[in-house]
């Protein structure tokens, strides 16, 4: 089936950093992914869904300028948290789909990355 | 807007048991499909099964199935044979039209605890 990877899978970094997290699509090419956050013990929250050659569009209450997407391919999204503080640290997911042939049932999702800002 | 359900936060099961996870879903539009997902505690999303809402057919994959019952928008996963491996988060979600940029949707989640 699909593969989504992540990098990195975790990632330490202190506060004021900023961090960037790679999506890649391996097997297919994804013209949409999808960011989400997951603080513990709590569901996945959709951040923006990233859309390949135009701007993301940002889920309310989410501060595009502090998120900051960059679909450069169709294979590849990217993740920046600007200036990260220790109210950031979550679980970041991103997801896929494969809309090849025209089906679009399944979403693929990455393995996540845990972030921890120190 | 589009909502989903979960009202179960958790649940313990007896191995080889069969269990039900409620999940209901609130939308106006006619075309929507709804999804189960697996979390286990390494944190990856495993997709389980798929209903369309245009399915006459309740979805099954292996020893999955889906309840679905439109009337009263409800779309319950339904684990036959249950095994400890199945012990999870279990995630509810649906999307609304079948365009690619649409959304998915997730519900709150039900932790599903087998005892051996």
């Known amino acids: 089936g699909a593969v989504v990877s992540q990098h990195p899978s975790r990632v330490i970094c202190k506060s004021g950093t900023s961090v960037k997290i790679e999506c890649r699509s391996l097997?297919?090419?994804?013209?949409?992914m999808f960011w989400y956050r997951q603080f513990p013990k709590q569901s996945l929250m959709l951040m923006a869904t990233?859309?390949?050659?135009?701007?993301?569009?940002?889920e309310q209450g989410v501060e595009k300028d502090k998120f900051l997407i960059n679909h450069a391919s169709l294979t590849l999204s990217t993740l920046t948290v600007t200036s990260a503080h220790p109210e950031d640290s979550s679980f970041y997911i991103c997801?896929?789909?494969?809309?090849?042939?025209?089906?679009?049932?399944?979403?693929?999702f990455g393995p996540g990355t845990r972030l921890l800002v120190l | 807007a589009q909502k989903i359900t979960q009202t179960q936060p958790g649940m313990f099961v007896q191995e080889k048991e069969a269990v039900t996870l409620d999940c209901t879903y609130d939308?106006?539009?006619?075309?929507?499909?709804l999804f189960w997902y697996k979390q286990p505690s390494s944190g990856e999303m495993i997709f389980l099964i798929y209903?369309?809402?245009?399915?006459?057919q309740n979805a099954t994959e292996g020893r999955y199935s889906l309840n679905f019952q439109k009337a009263r928008k409800s779309a319950n996963l339904v684990i036959s044979a249950s095994q400890l491996g199945d012990s999870a988060m279990y995630f509810c979600?649906?999307?609304?039209?079948?365009?690619?940029?649409?959304?998915?949707?997730f519900g709150s989640g039900t932790r599903l605890s087998i005892r051996p």
């Open positions: 939308t106006s539009d006619q075309s929507y499909g």
């Open positions: 209903q369309g809402s245009y399915d006459e």
């Open positions: 097997d297919f090419q994804a013209t949409t």
């Open positions: 979600a649906m999307r609304e039209a079948y365009s690619s940029a649409s959304k998915i949707i």
């Open positions: 997801s896929a789909r494969d809309i090849s042939g025209g089906a679009i049932k399944t979403q693929y």
């Open positions: 990233s859309n390949e050659g135009s701007k993301a569009t940002y």
